[in-house]
């Protein structure tokens, strides 16, 4: 068991600060390197390196939790927003080098580009859920990291685009999901805390505002705008 699962990194702290510029440093190199790849016709093999990395991460963390002794049914499973971009932002790399339809590649997309908003409020308010003990610390920003690389990588450089009114779609798809999720939190009861059903996080963030129930609503309400501006500032600026 974790003494101290829960920690937050201050905005604006010089921990803040430094994370958060390597991890900029960090999307931005790859997604330069990416471009060359492109060029030169390996992105193939570009789209295995990254996706294999980013799918090992997923198994590999819930190996690194159970090694370490504290891995726990209430707090482990990958059933958070950024747990399930994670794992989308492996798959979806490899997916692209296989002749799977393309709509299907493309709902996966779309549920990415959407849920990196999660990710994006991860690394802007960073939340840590799982302590920050031995490699726990830095795989934090690899799994963020990783989500906000995925969903620009195939934006930008694949040139994959949402949809209209994906926005909301992937909104609605995500309505039976939390639903889910919050039944799951209930059965296991204790800590179980997964989308942030049972009670809102510890960000320091403005948009995180009252208890439960009411801050499932607010939630769901300030995910539902960050939708819709990030499909209409994208479509905008094509």
Not at 11 to 24: A, D, K, R
Not at 54 to 80: A, H, K, N, T
Not at 198 to 215: K, R, S
Request: aromatic share 20%.
């Amino acid at each position: 068991m974790l003494e101290n699962r829960y920690y937050a990194i201050s905005l604006f702290s010089n921990e803040w600060w430094i994370n958060t510029i390597l991890t900029i440093v960090i999307i931005s190199l790859l997604l330069f390197v990416s471009k060359n790849f492109l060029k030169k016709n390996k992105i193939k093999s570009f789209n295995t390196f990254v996706g294999s990395i980013l799918l090992f991460r997923c198994v590999w963390v819930q190996w690194y939790q159970y090694s370490m002794g504290f891995w726990d049914i209430e707090w482990s499973l990958p059933l958070q927003m950024c747990s399930l971009s994670a794992i989308m932002s492996g798959l979806l790399p490899i997916l692209e080098n296989t002749e799977i339809s393309k709509k299907y590649k493309q709902l996966i997309f779309e549920f990415l580009f959407y849920f990196s908003v999660g990710a994006f409020y991860s690394i802007l308010t960073p939340v840590y859920t799982t302590g920050t003990e031995g490699l726990i610390y830095y795989e934090y920003y690899i799994s963020h990291g990783g989500i906000l690389f995925s969903a620009i990588y195939f934006y930008m450089i694949l040139g994959y685009k949402p949809r209209i009114y994906s926005w909301l779609k992937i909104f609605l798809y995500t309505q039976p999901i939390l639903l889910l999720i919050h039944i799951i939190n209930y059965t296991i009861g204790g800590q179980a805390n997964y989308f942030y059903t049972m009670e809102p996080p510890i960000a320091d963030n403005p948009l995180v505002m009252g208890q439960y129930p009411m801050h499932i609503i607010l939630l769901n309400l300030f995910a539902l705008i960050h939708f819709g501006l990030l499909y209409f500032f994208t479509k905008k600026t094509k």
